[in-house]
């Protein structure tokens, strides 16, 4: 499988706190992702050092292209994309100008192109195309969120916690157009609470404890590995013990 995303050796800080050490974890094209790990394991630390917003050490590839020392918005551009655990909309705006704000790089063609691509995976966005991002529910949220991160036309796209907070319906229809990503060619890496689900769509997944990797292997090998049933598995989405 070709390698679109590879990490190796990665290792973020929070001044003399090591959050991830020895990181090395890779994405192939069209391929689905997910790490899984308890809260405070580094997972979305990880996420963040890929995009360039925490500084790390060790290699980056991305496309071929070693991408560690870019600004973000050159990640960007080269088709990396992430979408935020708190979604980070402009609750002020518009969800159609939340869609347009997220298609600032590419043409007005293109960005025409996209909106309509996003409406159709996302139908409810469209309902609400000139309702105020900020009066949305939740799970329409995430749905802008992850349409506005669509925009920029991403090979890959890292969710970070997008079920969080969500009616299990809702959820079903987030981590259904997710696959749906994958067929239409968007490679996923994704960081989940519910690792149950998470496990369903993914191809391949890494477990993350205390900073490190301590397993990886294919979805279905993993989902039924006793420690992780024991450790994460064990649970109804929703309850105390969430990742």
Same mark, same amino acid.
């Given at each position: 499988?070709?390698?679109?995303?590879?990490?190796?050796?990665?290792?973020? @800080? $929070?001044?003399?706190?090591?959050?991830?050490?020895?990181?090395?974890?890779?994405?192939?094209?069209?391929?689905?992702?997910?790490?899984?790990?308890?809260?405070?394991?580094?997972?979305?630390?990880?996420?963040?050092?890929?995009? +360039?917003?925490?500084?790390?050490? !060790?290699?980056?590839?991305?496309?071929?292209? &070693?991408?560690?020392?870019?600004?973000?918005?050159?990640?960007?551009?080269?088709?990396?994309?992430?979408?935020?655990?708190?979604?980070?909309? =402009? %609750?002020?705006?518009?969800?159609?100008?939340?869609?347009?704000?997220? %298609? =600032?790089?590419?043409?007005?063609?293109?960005?025409?192109?996209?909106?309509?691509?996003? $409406?159709?995976?996302?139908?409810?966005?469209?309902?609400?195309?000139?309702?105020?991002?900020?009066?949305? @529910? !939740?799970?329409?949220? &995430?749905?802008?969120?992850?349409?506005?991160?669509?925009?920029?036309?991403?090979?890959?796209?890292?969710?970070?916690?997008?079920?969080?907070?969500?009616?299990?319906?809702?959820?079903?229809?987030?981590?259904?157009?997710?696959?749906?990503?994958? &067929?239409? %060619?968007? @490679?996923?890496?994704?960081?989940?609470?519910?690792?149950?689900?998470?496990?369903?769509?993914?191809?391949?997944? $890494?477990?993350?404890?205390?900073?490190? =990797?301590?397993?990886?292997?294919?979805?279905?090998?993993?989902?039924?590995? &006793?420690?992780?049933?024991?450790? $994460?598995? +064990? =649970?109804?989405?929703?309850?105390?013990?969430?990742?």
């Amino acid at each position: 499988m070709t390698k679109l995303l590879a990490v190796n050796d990665v290792h973020v @800080s $929070y001044g003399k706190v090591e959050a991830v050490r020895n990181a090395t974890l890779d994405v192939g094209a069209n391929e689905i992702v997910t790490i899984i790990g308890a809260n405070g394991a580094g997972k979305t630390t990880l996420l963040n050092a890929i995009m +360039g917003i925490l500084p790390l050490t !060790g290699r980056v590839t991305f496309a071929d292209r &070693q991408i560690a020392k870019l600004e973000i918005e050159d990640r960007v551009a080269a088709g990396l994309c992430i979408v935020p655990e708190h979604r980070e909309l =402009f %609750g002020t705006m518009t969800v159609e100008e939340n869609l347009r704000l997220g %298609g =600032f790089r590419v043409s007005r063609a293109v960005a025409a192109r996209e909106e309509e691509r996003v $409406y159709a995976l996302f139908p409810r966005l469209k309902e609400r195309r000139t309702q105020l991002a900020g009066t949305l @529910s !939740g799970g329409e949220q &995430q749905m802008l969120a992850m349409g506005r991160a669509l925009m920029s036309q991403p090979r890959l796209l890292m969710l970070d916690e997008p079920s969080l907070g969500l009616a299990p319906l809702i959820v079903a229809d987030i981590f259904r157009t997710v696959s749906e990503l994958k &067929q239409a %060619g968007v @490679s996923v890496l994704l960081v989940e609470q519910n690792a149950r689900a998470a496990l369903e769509i993914a191809d391949r997944a $890494y477990v993350m404890e205390l900073g490190e =990797f301590v397993m990886n292997g294919s979805a279905k090998d993993i989902s039924g590995d &006793q420690r992780v049933v024991a450790s $994460y598995l +064990g =649970f109804q989405h929703g309850e105390d013990s969430k990742l």
